[in-house]
């Protein structure tokens, strides 16, 4: 059974920094693709990072390129999004995801998120 649970977020100042994790089981980086996605309130869902292990691949929302890093730690199997030079505009509910796809995951799964805040 995939499971993925986020956490580290919180509340910051605009230029502040936050590093989320997310931890994975039920399936390994070797085999899926794994992402961040954010919920903003009457906005829809969107995709900010992903990582392919087997791919050796990274893609960023350009919003968030050179301000956002993922990184992903096969042995833990946590996958980590640190988050620099944050802005308002940052702020939602932030979800883990995997699924199909190589070097970026389908919607197929994703967990409970964590509340990022970014006040100006």
């Known amino acids: 059974e995939v499971q993925l649970q986020a956490s580290g977020g919180g509340s910051v100042q605009a230029g502040g920094s936050l590093r989320l994790s997310c931890a994975a089981s039920?399936?390994?980086?070797?085999?899926?693709?794994i992402g961040w996605f954010r919920q903003a309130p009457g906005k829809e869902r969107e995709g900010i990072s992903c990582?392919?292990?087997?791919?050796?691949?990274?893609w960023y929302r350009p919003s968030a390129n050179g301000r956002f890093t993922i990184s992903a730690d096969n042995v833990k199997n946590v996958v980590y999004l640190q988050m620099n030079s944050l802005k308002p505009e940052d702020t939602g509910v932030y979800h883990c995801?995997?699924?199909?796809?190589?070097?970026?995951?389908?919607?197929?799964?994703w967990g409970q998120g964590t509340q990022v805040t970014v006040s100006s």
């Open positions: 995801f995997t699924g199909e796809g190589i070097e970026c995951p389908d919607y197929d799964y």
């Open positions: 039920g399936f390994t980086f070797d085999d899926y693709a």
């Open positions: 990582i392919s292990v087997s791919e050796n691949t990274t």
